[in-house]
Nanobody
Framework: VQLQASGGGSVQAGGSLRLSCAASGRTFSSYNMGWFRQAPGNEREFVAAISASDGTTYYTDSVKGRATISRDNAKNTVYLQMNSLRPEDTAVYYC???????????????????WGQGTQVTVSS
């Protein structure tokens, strides 16, 4: 599966963005998917994930209540809606496939496989 993220941009604090991740290949619907982000000088960190089967989701605590991950299997696309954005949300956002056999609820980068190229989100105060 090849992934391409888009939808980033520059917004003021309190604003919203919807990130998209388009996948190639006919097996997208079988993959649990995730979003990560990486700020300059920081490790890549988990943001959210969604299951392939029933759309179950989980989030990192810092975005709970502000972010919604969703997917449209007919369009081979996973989304990340971010609301009430904060300057600390500034990062490059990446989508990834969650590797088969890894624990549901994992936040470890090593448990995610194919990565997209990332899209920049910049939030100004």
């Amino acid at each position: 599966v090849q992934l391409q993220a888009s939808g980033g941009g520059s917004v003021q604090a309190g604003g919203s963005l919807r990130l998209s991740c388009a996948a190639s290949g006919r097996t997208f619907s079988s993959y649990n998917m995730g979003w990560f982000r990486q700020a300059p000088g920081n490790e890549r960190e988990f943001v959210a994930a969604i299951s392939a089967s029933d759309g179950t989701t989980y989030y990192t605590d810092s975005v709970k209540g502000r972010a919604t991950i969703s997917r449209d299997n007919a369009k081979n696309t996973v989304y990340l809606q971010m609301n009430s954005l904060r300057p600390e949300d500034t990062a490059v956002y990446y989508c990834a496939t969650k590797s088969f056999g890894t624990s549901w609820g994992t936040r470890e980068r090593r448990d995610f496989g194919s990565w997209g190229q990332g899209t920049q989100v910049t939030v100004s105060s």
